[in-house]
């Protein structure tokens, strides 16, 4: 509906779009500094001239916003078509988390729980009595994985049922009593598959169409499943040892449901991402369950939750997870707490380009924030020495410490050290909801120490200084 019309005062147009382009501009991210973008065009391109793969696509998510997308490279090869950012590729196995996610909104509803046995919505399966669908999701059920391998078989290439892929791997023998191991299987994930489709009522893409991409705005997710991806987007490709890339096979029709069937921009992806950080598809309990890891009947962890890889890297808490399919891979990364994601897609299998782009590119963006972190320090530090501080930086709390006499102590103790010759952050860790930080401040006579506790805000709640 247009209200344009509806203002007759040419000057009230005038200021009703100013306000429009004000409220727009608000709401756009700013994009990344020309040093960082300079950077990570770097780390891309030499990751493609070092492995061969044909192209890649990137999104960057930095805040909870999207800073950066970009693709390089050829989309296809013949006939030529440079990669854009528009183009779709295969996501593989990052489609399980979407397959999660909608088991855990039927969670919400009431239509299941995490602790109902496969039984109740897909009969005859082996012990459906005993595994539960967090088993599945979870990949610790014991049903066997029907596509170990890195290539597609030639029984792959015809059209299969996901009843069919049930009867010849879910209708053995499992591989081990459920909850006692973790073992990686896309069965689990068509199982799942069927379980949201009986407990909705629905196809499962149009459950998710309808439940997850058109509420997170996502709005070119395509179904490999069924259909080859089209000529304006990216094309798959192999190679066969160090030989030049090959046009990839297609999958039958069936062999990815539920498990590894969607294909999007990378744009769509960190959409997804960004609903995970700021936690506004599902209920906070929710969230919680995906991104918990699951703990074996022995007590040993498996750096899994529901769908997705949880883990530690550079010392931030990543909810990541691969995709692999015929002619494609993909990574993505999400550090929940940094409100930071980083998606790569590329467009050959069986390679590592896309973990390697993703990770060098965080380790990028941690760097850049260490960077500006010690940057903030020190200028605090510097203003101390001179008996000043910039108090809209502290809590309240924090400014009730920087009293007058403070404030001179600071100045006469610090000032007559001069210019840092080195300040660098030494440790980091989270503790009573804040983040604590240590630096080591150089002089040419002495070294000290300071550290400081930042709430999740980025207000700070202490800063001191001491000797080292």
């Not at 000057?11 to 100013?18: E, Q, S, Y």
């Not at 891309?44 to 999207?66: D, E, F, K, M, Y």
């Not at 993505?332 to 069986?350: C, E, I, K, Y």
Request: hydrophobic letters at 40%; glycine letters at 8%; one cysteine or more.
């Amino acid at each position: 509906m247009n209200y344009l019309p509806r203002l007759r005062n040419p000057r009230a147009v005038f200021v009703f779009i100013l306000l429009v382009a004000s409220l727009l501009k608000a709401q756009m991210p700013a994009p990344i500094s020309n040093e960082l973008q300079g950077k990570v065009d770097a780390i891309v391109r030499q990751a493609l001239a070092t492995t061969g793969v044909p192209s890649a696509s990137i999104a960057i998510v930095q805040n909870g916003a999207i800073t950066y997308l970009q693709a390089y490279g050829d989309g296809r090869i013949e006939p030529h078509l440079s990669a854009l950012p528009s183009m779709r590729y295969s996501i593989g196995s990052i489609s399980k988390q979407f397959t999660a996610g909608a088991v855990l909104l039927l969670a919400e509803q009431g239509k299941l729980s995490l602790d109902d046995p496969v039984s109740r919505f897909v009969p005859d399966l082996t012990r459906g009595n005993e595994v539960t669908i967090r088993e599945l999701l979870s990949h610790t059920s014991g049903y066997q994985d029907y596509w170990p391998q890195d290539y597609v078989p030639p029984f792959m290439l015809r059209a299969i049922t996901a009843d069919k892929i049930l009867d010849q791997w879910a209708r053995k023998p499992l591989d081990f009593d459920p909850g006692t191991e973790w073992q990686y299987s896309n069965t689990n994930f068509v199982i799942a598959g069927l379980i949201v489709e009986k407990a909705s009522g629905e196809p499962l893409l149009q459950f998710l169409s309808e439940h997850i991409f058109a509420p997170v705005g996502m709005k070119s997710v395509m179904n490999i499943d069924q259909n080859r991806l089209t000529e304006t987007d990216a094309t798959g490709y192999l190679r066969y040892a160090l030989g030049p890339p090959r046009l990839a096979p297609k999958e039958g029709k069936g062999w990815l449901f539920a498990a590894g069937e969607l294909a999007m921009p990378a744009e769509d992806l960190a959409k997804w991402d960004i609903s995970i950080i700021k936690q506004t598809l599902l209920q906070p309990g929710s969230y919680a369950q995906m991104e918990k890891e699951v703990v074996l009947k022995n007590g040993l962890g498996t750096r899994y939750g529901l769908g997705v890889d949880v883990r530690q890297e550079f010392g931030e808490r990543v909810i990541e997870h691969g995709g692999e399919i015929s002619g494609f891979t993909a990574q993505n990364m999400v550090f929940p707490d940094t409100r930071m994601a980083v998606v790569v897609l590329v467009n050959q299998d069986s390679v590592g380009a896309s973990a390697d782009i993703a990770r060098d590119i965080a380790a990028l963006l941690f760097r850049e924030n260490a960077g500006k972190q010690e940057e903030q320090s020190r200028e605090i530090f510097v203003a101390l020495q001179q008996g000043k501080i910039s108090r809209t930086l502290f809590t309240d709390n924090c400014n009730t410490y920087f009293t007058e006499q403070s404030l001179k102590d600071f100045a006469s103790s610090l000032g007559p050290l001069g210019s840092p010759t080195e300040f660098k952050q030494t440790s980091r860790q989270d503790r009573g909801g804040m983040t604590f930080r240590s630096f080591e401040v150089h002089f040419p006579q002495k070294t000290v120490e300071v550290w400081e506790r930042i709430m999740p805000d980025g207000k700070i709640e202490e800063y001191q200084v001491g000797t080292k």
